[in-house]
């Protein structure tokens, strides 16, 4: 079946604007996470659904990041004012819950703030 | 909080040896996860192998095995008969068994393999 896919693919953005960033999980998986790799901190958690629960956003750096999912499928991560420090790729994986289960991993977004 | 370290930034093999890359972790948790992701410069990552902290036995898929020494928080990957494939950045990752799904990383350790 299909694996986690993400778009855009690459993304060059100037200083002080918005991003969004999509992400869509392999179907019937629960949970979905979103990270960080950027080459001053790794990899860095940033946020996560399970279900119908509240997500856990204790890794979002600070209040211009900011992540929804909707009808429990596809996700969208949004950074606003973007500042050159946002330079990184964003990853997003999905699991069939928060469980015990393995994170599957998509591509990428590579985003580039100018 | 519990930490990942990699302290090999970089490791190079010949093709058809063998190579460990090394892996410790800091946490008070008696259970957990450990996992070992592969990254190639596609940047997708892969799931080499997992293991649970409460299972004794270290789990092996094919040509790669772990080494987890619970007491000594040490969690280092096998990789036998070395391919031209397997040149990629390796990640470890933790994972609590009970708080959340999230997965922390270490830093990486970037595979050369030589022919």
């Known amino acids: 079946g299909a694996g986690v896919s993400q778009s855009p693919s690459n993304k060059v953005t100037e200083k002080g604007k918005d991003v969004e960033l999509r992400c869509d999980p392999i179907?019937?998986?629960?949970?979905l996470y979103w990270y960080r790799q950027s080459l001053g901190q790794g990899l860095e958690f940033l946020i996560y659904f399970q279900g119908n629960s509240a997500p856990d956003k204790s890794g979002l750096p600070s209040d211009r990041f900011s992540a929804e999912r909707t009808g429990g499928s596809v996700s969208t991560l949004t950074i606003q004012r973007t500042q050159q420090e946002d330079s990184a790729v964003y990853l997003c994986a999905s699991s069939l819950d928060s469980g015990g289960y393995t994170q599957y991993f998509g591509p990428g977004t590579r985003l580039t703030v100018l | 909080a519990q930490t990942v370290t990699q302290s090999q930034p970089e490791m190079s093999v010949q093709e058809a040896e063998t190579v460990t890359l090394s892996c410790t972790y800091d946490t008070s948790e008696s259970d957990y996860y450990l996992f070992w992701y592969k990254q190639p410069p596609s940047r997708q990552m892969i799931l080499v192998i997992r293991q649970e902290a409460y299972k004794q036995q270290n789990a092996t898929e094919n040509r790669f095995s772990v080494n987890f020494q619970k007491a000594a928080k040490s969690f280092s990957l096998k990789i036998s008969d070395s391919q031209l494939g397997d040149a990629a950045m390796y990640f470890c990752a933790y994972r609590s068994y009970n708080q959340g799904g999230k997965l922390i990383f270490g830093q990486g350790t970037e595979l050369s393999v030589k022919p």
């Open positions: 179907s019937g998986h629960t949970a």
